[in-house]
């Protein structure tokens, strides 16, 4: 079992930015491909990005790539999503997520996940 504790979210204007960080407890976290999903109210949960287990490999959405940078720190058993240049479009509750095995952007193949950070951007 991987727990997963994500910390960061809240309420910031459009341009501003928020750093989500991701504490994780239980099994060898660098073994595992950790990701980050949102989920808007009324809409499905979607990828926002994905890194590998050493970090050599990071993976985006197209709607925040150039604006949104995500990172790992082994060491710490922590992921981190680095949200610039927010807009009202990025408004959701952000989920950590891990699974064994390679990057995917498809939610179901992930097998952990975390309770959700909102994320709140005004225009």
Same mark, same amino acid.
């Given at each position: 079992?991987?727990?997963?504790?994500?910390?960061?979210?809240?309420?910031?204007?459009?341009?501003?930015?928020?750093?989500?960080?991701?504490?994780?407890?239980?099994?060898?976290?660098?073994?595992?491909?950790?990701?980050?999903?949102?989920?808007?109210?009324?809409?499905?949960?979607?990828?926002?990005? %994905?890194?590998?287990?050493?970090?050599?490999?990071? @993976? /985006?959405?197209? !709607?925040?790539? =150039?604006?949104? #940078?995500? $990172?790992?720190?082994?060491?710490?058993?922590?992921?981190?999503?680095?949200?610039? %240049?927010?807009?009202?479009?990025?408004?959701?509750? @952000? /989920?950590?997520? !891990?699974?064994? =095995?390679?990057? #995917?952007? $498809?939610?179901?193949?992930?097998?952990?996940?975390?309770?959700?950070?909102?994320?709140?951007?005004?225009?």
């Amino acid at each position: 079992q991987v727990q997963l504790v994500e910390s960061g979210g809240g309420l910031v204007q459009a341009g501003g930015s928020l750093r989500l960080s991701c504490a994780a407890s239980g099994r060898t976290f660098s073994g595992y491909t950790m990701g980050w999903f949102r989920q808007a109210p009324g809409k499905e949960r979607e990828f926002v990005a %994905s890194i590998s287990w050493n970090g050599g490999g990071t @993976y /985006y959405a197209d !709607a925040v790539k =150039g604006r949104f #940078t995500i $990172s790992r720190d082994n060491a710490k058993n922590s992921v981190y999503l680095q949200m610039n %240049s927010l807009k009202s479009e990025d408004t959701a509750v @952000y /989920y950590c997520t !891990a699974r064994r =095995g390679y990057y #995917t952007r $498809s939610y179901s193949q992930y097998d952990y996940w975390g309770q959700g950070t909102q994320v709140t951007v005004s225009s």
